[in-house]
């Protein structure tokens, strides 16, 4: 049976499960940057070996100013900063592999895919 879950912005640090699911979505810009590094150390955990995590985030600006003024705004909204390419480096400190990145509209946000390696 498939287990399934909904995460608050409140409960995202209260992750607990171990080896549980074959795929997370992660709507990353939503919560807040302390939320966002509580929760992914755990959601790594919670992916069986061999499962995805894939989380939404923000494209990478064209260049610093408007990087810049896209991590402020995304902040000031009760986002966090992390756009795709911060994502990627991320999860891949928390030792998740193969990750990948897929456009979705122009402009709009951007999935990071993650593959916790099967031992």
């Not at 070996?49 to 909204?77: H, I, K």
């Not at 900063?81 to 979705?104: I, K, N, Q, V």
Request: glycine share 10%; hydrophobic share 45%; charged share 20%.
């Amino acid at each position: 049976m498939a287990a399934r879950v909904s995460l608050r912005r409140q409960d995202a640090a209260d992750v607990s499960e171990t080896e549980t699911y074959q795929l997370i979505w992660l709507p990353a810009p939503f919560l807040s940057e302390e939320a966002l590094r509580a929760v992914l150390p755990r959601l790594v955990v919670a992916l069986v070996p061999g499962a995805w995590l894939v989380a939404g985030t923000n494209p990478v600006g064209d260049d610093a100013l408007r990087r810049t003024v896209g991590r402020w705004t995304a902040v000031r909204g009760g986002g966090n900063s992390f756009d795709a390419a911060r994502m990627s480096e991320e999860l891949d400190a928390l030792g998740l592999g193969e990750t990948r990145t897929f456009p979705t509209v122009p402009g709009g946000p951007v999935l990071v895919a993650a593959r916790r390696p099967v031992c």
